[in-house]
């Protein structure tokens, strides 16, 4: 705030117009400031122009009036509803929401196809209300019927390691590495010549050999009695 301090003005009606105390005004307008060559008292000088930092109410005030606006573009954006396409769908991103929980608990797509088509650098500068492009993944009953998949597994030299889902390598557990599949994805195994079955989520990416297409824990691959031969046919259905 300021003001131009007109003649006949004192300490006490300046301070007051201001809303503030006289060290804040004396310190902060030294210039505008000086003592009475007949009393030797503090006085303000005529002229000058005054300024102080805005007072606690004000400041408060201006917060408040901030943070309506805020909660109003965060209501306004929770209340706008995703749009679906063909090929994507929007979602107005929620407080405590990120890129890896909307891929793999939401959605169920890969986190990375997320960032590659917003464009995203860097997940941690996301705002609320945001728009965030997700890759359409609803699949037709062909997508979901059974596929016929070359198996092979791997184990304890893994045992571990850090997979493409963040987590380290469980051999017993009921995981599998997709080159496609998106992470964090449930999918039903079966051993077509036992009738064998079991559930196992994709967390990690391969396998790297070019005639398989699918690598299992070794504790699916016993499950399923994979484990001795190593390598075999599968039917595999995402659910």
Do not use: C
Request: aromatic share 6%; no cysteine.
């Amino acid at each position: 705030m300021e003001y131009k301090i007109q003649a006949g003005d004192t300490i006490t009606s300046v301070t007051q117009r201001l809303g503030t105390d006289w060290n804040t005004l004396k310190n902060a307008n030294p210039s505008a400031v000086g003592k009475s060559k007949k009393t030797g008292d503090w006085i303000v000088k005529a002229g000058k122009t005054v300024s102080v930092p805005s007072s606690f109410q004000e400041i408060l005030a201006q917060q408040t009036a901030q943070q309506t606006t805020s909660n109003s573009s965060q209501k306004k954006a929770s209340q706008q509803q995703p749009t679906a396409s063909q090929n994507e769908i929007v979602h107005v991103l929620q407080k405590g929401e990120n890129i890896w929980d909307l891929a793999s608990k939401q959605y169920k797509v890969d986190p990375a196809d997320i960032l590659r088509l917003n464009k995203i650098s860097n997940p941690n500068n996301l705002q609320i209300g945001q728009q965030i492009r997700i890759p359409n993944t609803e699949k037709s009953d062909e997508k979901n019927a059974d596929a016929k998949v070359v198996a092979s597994w791997y184990g304890k030299q893994h045992q571990g390691r850090i997979m493409a889902n963040g987590s380290p390598f469980d051999m017993y557990g009921a995981t599998i590495a997709h080159r496609d599949i998106a992470i964090g994805t449930t999918v039903e195994l079966e051993n077509p010549k036992t009738g064998e079955k079991a559930t196992a989520v994709v967390t990690d990416r391969g396998p790297f050999a070019s005639n398989r297409d699918v690598d299992l824990s070794y504790g699916l691959a016993k499950r399923l009695s994979l484990a001795r031969q190593g390598v075999g046919n599968l039917k595999m259905r995402v659910l």
